[in-house]
């Protein structure tokens, strides 16, 4: 007799459940979730640094997030910003799932260019972790 590849339908158990976490190294100044303390962001990745416009909208520009893993990214739409044009796509913790803001994925105008592929992260839904004074 021949032996299936594949186990019978009703073994097969498919699940949505989040079973991980990333985490940075705990010698790096870290950026978390304030609902559920996942890490979202190194504070190295922080473009907005300064205060300035993004810092004063309540929310950071950041390069880089921990996408696929503790940040999930939705689908992208057109939406009329402060500063013009953009398509964006929210993006949330996969822990808890709360909305954490958008990830730029184009810019109509030229000079908004240096945002595409940056994310938002608003202040309300981000925690200092790890190293900060």
């Keep these: 007799p021949e032996l299936s590849e594949e186990p019978p339908a009703e073994m097969v158990k498919m699940t949505k ?3 991980f976490q990333a985490y940075l ?10 609902h559920c303390r996942a890490h979202l962001a190194n504070h190295d990745e922080l473009i907005s640094k300064a205060s300035g416009f993004f810092r004063d909208q309540n929310c950071f520009l950041i390069k880089m997030v921990i996408t696929e893993v503790n940040v999930g990214c939705g689908p992208a739409e057109e939406r009329v910003l ?9 993006i949330y913790c996969e822990n808890c799932k709360t909305t954490l803001g958008w990830k730029y994925e184009h810019a109509f105008e ?24």
């Design 110 to 133: 030229s000079s908004q260019k240096y945002k595409e592929g940056k994310f938002i992260i608003e202040l309300a839904h981000m925690i200092k972790d790890n190293g900060w004074e």
């Design 25 to 34: 190294p705990n010698c790096h100044r870290t950026y978390s979730c304030i």
């Design 17 to 19: 459940s989040k079973t």
């Design 82 to 90: 402060l500063t013009g044009l953009h398509a964006v796509a929210d």
